[in-house]
């Protein structure tokens, strides 16, 4: 049975409003099968939703009962949460567990390096976590606090991951992403003969007229974005 708080909570409700009919369907999504909220994109993070389902319903093709989820990129969490709720549900239809863990440096946004990190858009700080406000609001996903390029090469030692069915990068910064320790996260830079793409590529708006192309702008400098 759903709750009043669950109905009413779910910010989706809020972006239906847009038109009667979707904010109907969104009011209702909690009452859906749970199949169909996939099928109608009504979880928060549908694109986490989709890959996590996918990526399960692979897994017991393969006779994989135990698959691991990550997110590189936590900051306040709102994505770790709600791949952690997904994974249970996900877990419900096909039976595969879902282990998760959250990436994050935890001071923010490193400082960006070069003209590939957008530094007019980044700013070093950016995304300061609340580590034990997020660990009150999580279960069973563990957060693995450091630079990536140094937390990722010891991940496979520490934690002896299950298959690696998920991974979402969202690290904002060129410099974060595509570095080939943190390709070593799948085994794709390692274990393919031909190493794959996204290794090496990433893809981002660049305004290549901005006057300020290599510096920060904002109206105010102490600005600290919403997490
Ligand atoms: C946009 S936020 C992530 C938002 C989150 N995925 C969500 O859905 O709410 C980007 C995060 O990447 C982290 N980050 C960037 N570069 C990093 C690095 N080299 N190592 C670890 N974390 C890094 C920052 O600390 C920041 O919290």
Known sequence: MVSIK???????????????????????APLFPKMLRFDLDLYDYPWYAYCLLESAKLA?????????????GVAGGRGLIQLEKISHIVTDITKVKIDIYGFD????????KDYKDMPYNWKKGFFRMNVENLKRKIKNA?????????????????????????????????????N?????INGL?????IDAAWCYQAYMLHIFNH?????????????QMPI
Request: with cysteine; glycine share 6%.
């Open 6 to 28: 669950e109905l009413l909570g779910s910010k989706e409700i809020f972006k239906g409003l847009r038109s009667p009919t979707r904010a109907i369907i969104y009011l209702l």
């Open 60 to 72: 017991r093709r393969l006779n994989i009962f135990r698959t691991s989820a990550i997110e590189f």
């Open 105 to 112: 440096l935890k001071t923010g946004l490193p400082r960006p």
């Open 142 to 178: 563990k957060l693995i606090l450091g630079d990536v390029k140094k937390t990722v090469p010891e991940f496979f030692k520490k934690f002896n991951p299950a298959p690696i069915g998920f991974v979402s990068f969202d690290l904002d910064l060129y410099s974060s992403t595509a």
């Open 180 to 184: 080939k320790k943190i390709c070593l």
């Open 189 to 193: 830079g390692h274990r393919r003969i």
């Open 211 to 223: 006057p300020l192309y290599n510096a920060y702008v904002y109206a105010q400098d102490d600005i």
